[in-house]
């Protein structure tokens, strides 16, 4: 049984950075792309960035494209989201997911094709 739990996620200021984790289990992670993606109240979850099976390709959404990295370090399991320079627009639950995928570069950026989720890390940023 693979599960995935995230951790990291707390009340912030305007500027402030925060990095979440996230830790699978019960599977290797390098079978994995991994997906971050968000909530806010009343919205849609929605991709925020992700990073293939062999850790050579990433993809951002726009809005975080150049304040948010993705990394991985699969001898510990765990995946990484640096979130610099936030601001309240980023208050969201932040959700980690693993994709069973075969290719070793490709991130996906829709919901569907991760098999596994995290209960998520609320992510608060104060103005």
């Known amino acids: 049984q693979v599960t995935v739990i995230e951790s990291g996620g707390g009340m912030v200021q305007t500027g402030d950075s925060l990095r979440l984790s996230c830790q699978v289990s019960?599977?290797?992670?390098?079978?994995?792309?991994m997906g971050w993606f968000r909530q806010a109240p009343g919205k849609e979850r929605t991709f925020v960035g992700g990073?293939?099976?062999?850790?050579?390709?990433?993809a951002y959404a726009d809005s975080v494209q150049g304040r948010f990295t993705v990394s991985r370090d699969d001898a510990k399991n765990t995946v990484y989201l640096q979130m610099n320079s936030l601001n309240p627009e980023d208050t969201a639950v932040y959700y980690c997911?693993?994709?069973?995928?075969?290719?070793?570069?490709?991130?996906?950026?829709?919901?569907?094709?991760?098999?596994?989720w995290g209960q998520g890390t609320q992510v608060t940023v104060s103005s």
């Open positions: 990073i293939g099976r062999s850790g050579v390709t990433t």
């Open positions: 019960g599977g290797a992670l390098s079978s994995f792309a």
């Open positions: 997911a693993a994709d069973r995928s075969f290719s070793t570069r490709y991130v996906a950026r829709g919901l569907s094709p991760y098999n596994y």
